[in-house]
């Protein structure tokens, strides 16, 4: 495994539901800076993680995996509606993908390798992060987003969003704040952090 020979920063990229987080994502990998996405890994190694399988198996039963296929439904209806569960799960999930992030980490040549989660600040994560990058817009643009996207109703995006916590609480711990509104122009913002985190002013 590759290891860089310099000093190498993780940025984490957060965000609300329907802030845009990705589509900053996507501009930072336009430039060439590598991106690894948390919620698409989490995904993975549920999947190919043995460890994380024994584990998962061992919390809600064998029927979590039919053969070498997670078992999403039975795993849903398992956590739903019980926070024990749902927390326990996580705790499982979250070191698993922290290890695939690490190994992917290591084998990146950029200097600045970013991560793009949902839950940062919710799981504590973000303190294991050089910066954090919050992506923000406002409420009823990011509603809007969701419900085009996901085809969900106005209380169904809501229902989403009140297990996040607000934006207002997110930006008393963020590094610095993308502006993803509307009438937000994305590129200057995404150039003006790629400045300051390459002299070292966040």
Known sequence: MATPAFAQQSIGITGGIGSGKSVVCKVLESLGYPVFYADTAAKKVMQEDEQLRREISALLGTESYLGAEVNRPFIAAKIFGSDELRTALNALVHPAVWR??????????????????????????????????????????????VMQRDGLSRDEVLARMAKQWPD?????????????????????QVLELLSALTEGTI
Request: proline share 6%.
């Open 100 to 145: 695939a992030f690490d190994a992917w980490k290591a084998e990146q040549s950029q200097p600045l390798v970013f991560n793009e989660s949902a839950l940062m600040f919710e799981t504590g994560s973000y303190k294991r992060f050089d910066c954090i990058v919050l992506v923000t817009a406002p409420e009823e643009t990011r509603i809007e987003r």
């Open 168 to 188: 207002t609480a997110k930006m008393e711990l963020a590094d610095k704040i993308i502006l993803n509104g509307p009438d937000d122009k994305l590129v200057p």
